[in-house]
């Protein structure tokens, strides 16, 4: 589509298109002007920009400075309280963390794990002695 298409070509491009979609499907003539008017409205919003803006970035469920607190965080797809995102996006959304920090614009280093529980988990970890070198055994 041109970059600002005009009232004709829009005009022209919607009469394709319903009369396509009517050839092929079952609409109630009472339902016709209404679809009409929400094709060229997608026609009009898509070379105007308004459409891609929009499919780009959605609302968040809540504001990014408030999804990261010390105890959980929150996903800004469906709001839910996490201690863990990685999983959650995987198996509700089918989407990999980069995928996540992409869809909403986050920084490459926004965390994945509530901060309390990553702070728990390290301690833990160097308690039981993980991240050290073994010593050789002699014998």
């Known amino acids: ?3 600002k298409s005009t009232a004709p070509d829009l005009l022209n491009l919607t009469a394709e298109i319903v009369a396509s979609h009517v050839s092929h499907n079952a609409v109630a003539m009472d339902d016709l002007p209404q679809l009409i008017r929400q094709v060229y409205a997608s026609l009009a919003g898509v070379s105007d920009g308004a459409g891609a803006k929009q499919a780009e970035r959605p609302d968040p469920a809540v ?3 408030k999804s990261v607190m010390p105890d959980y ?12 995102l990685k999983r959650h996006l995987m198996t509700s959304y089918n989407m990999t963390p980069d995928q996540y920090r992409m869809r909403w614009g986050l920084p490459a280093d926004y965390p994945m794990v509530a901060p309390n529980y990553a702070s728990q988990r390290s301690a833990l970890a160097k308690k039981i002695g993980l991240g050290t070198k073994r010593r050789r055994r002699r014998g």
């Open 1 to 3: 589509m041109t970059e």
């Open 63 to 65: 504001p990014v400075k």
């Open 73 to 84: 965080i929150v996903c800004l797809e469906d709001g839910k309280k996490l201690k863990m």
